[in-house]
């Protein structure tokens, strides 16, 4: 099916990349400008912040709590962004979405970006907020079964890099990981997916915006050969979570998604790939309001809470 007209509608208002160089400081403050006011935001029981204590230093995060019970199964959610952009504040919506739908408490993570904050400080932050999470588990009124760990694009770079240093070091509490869109190799190879090619222009994120977009973060110190930075990489996938895989028809990043998705059964993991007709990458973030893409957090909902 082509893409959705309503994201049809927004793409061709956006300006041609120009090729200028990227102003992170600029971006940040664009992002910040389009964050609607808390009073327009998805209502939930309670959102508080929060101090996660973590090897890595003190992380901010936002906790989401979707309605009153005695106990709740935990979602530890890494935001996207490219690693330099993305905070709490622009990804909000999204995590209270993943609160309402899958009836989880939400920990949202403020981990450190490029190019301010050299690899590995950010997927640092986020491991560290995953093992605060369940050390704390008694003060988030966790009920001592499902810790997920979720995250859009980048994120769900983070997500993969998260699942396999704790399997590495034995941290067996995670029980689930969801990746939206994620990016999972940072080679930048067009010829590598095909998706780099048949999506490579005309639908928000752009073949040739990879590199730029992910320079602050290689510049950083984090190599595309290493598993940590590039997942896809990781030869032995075995023993990791159950994993949902959610990706976009239209958006260059799909493949590598699919394939980790593939790579996940081929290793004996329960994994289940979930292609949304009609979307483009960013759409669990920009065009949720739309019913058919909404559906992404119902079916993470279902995903966590089936037996």
């Known amino acids: 099916m082509p893409i959705h007209p309503e994201i049809a509608k927004i793409l061709a208002t956006l300006p041609t990349p120009d090729g200028s160089p990227?102003?992170?400081?600029?971006?940040?403050?664009?992002?910040?400008?389009?964050?609607?006011?808390?009073?327009?935001?998805?209502?939930?029981?309670?959102?508080?912040?929060?101090?996660?204590?973590?090897?890595?230093?003190?992380?901010?995060?936002?906790?989401?709590?979707?309605?009153?019970?005695?106990?709740?199964?935990?979602?530890?959610?890494?935001?996207?962004?490219?690693?330099?952009?993305?905070?709490?504040?622009?990804?909000?919506?999204?995590?209270?979405s993943l609160a309402k739908e899958t009836g989880h408490k939400v920990i949202s993570v403020g981990y450190r970006l490029a190019p301010e904050a050299a690899f590995p400080a950010g997927l640092d932050d986020c491991y560290g907020v995953v093992r605060w999470a369940a050390e704390q588990g008694a003060d988030l009124g966790w009920d001592g079964k499902n810790l997920a760990i979720a995250g859009d694009s980048s994120g769900g770079t983070f997500v993969a890099a998260v699942a396999a240093k704790a399997h590495d070091d034995g941290f067996d509490r995670i029980t689930h990981q969801i990746l939206f869109y994620p990016s999972l190799d940072l080679d930048f190879d067009v010829?590598?997916?095909?998706?780099?090619?048949?999506?490579?222009?005309?639908?928000?994120?752009?073949?040739?915006?990879?590199?730029?977009?992910?320079?602050?973060?290689?510049?950083?110190?984090?190599?595309?050969?290493?598993?940590?930075?590039?997942?896809?990489k990781r030869e032995d996938l075995s023993g990791l979570p159950r994993a949902l895989v959610i990706t976009a028809e239209f958006d260059p990043l799909r493949d590598e998604g699919e394939l980790y998705g593939q790579r996940l059964q081929d290793a004996g993991v329960e994994a289940k790939v979930s292609r949304y007709a009609g979307a483009n990458h960013g759409f669990v973030q920009n065009f949720s309001w739309i019913p058919e893409f909404y559906r992404a957090f119902e079916e993470t909902g279902q995903f966590l809470n089936r037996d």
């Open 191 to 232: 010829d590598r997916y095909g998706s780099l090619r048949e999506n490579a222009e005309g639908y928000g994120l752009e073949t040739a915006g990879l590199k730029p977009f992910n320079a602050f973060y290689l510049d950083s110190g984090a190599d595309p050969a290493d598993p940590l930075v590039s997942p896809i």
């Open 22 to 96: 990227l102003d992170p400081e600029a971006m940040r403050a664009g992002e910040a400008a389009q964050v609607p006011p808390v009073e327009d935001r998805l209502p939930l029981h309670a959102v508080e912040e929060a101090t996660a204590v973590t090897p890595s230093g003190d992380v901010p995060v936002r906790i989401y709590t979707p309605a009153e019970a005695d106990a709740y199964g935990l979602l530890v959610y890494f935001h996207g962004g490219a690693f330099f952009l993305g905070s709490l504040d622009t990804h909000d919506a999204v995590a209270r």
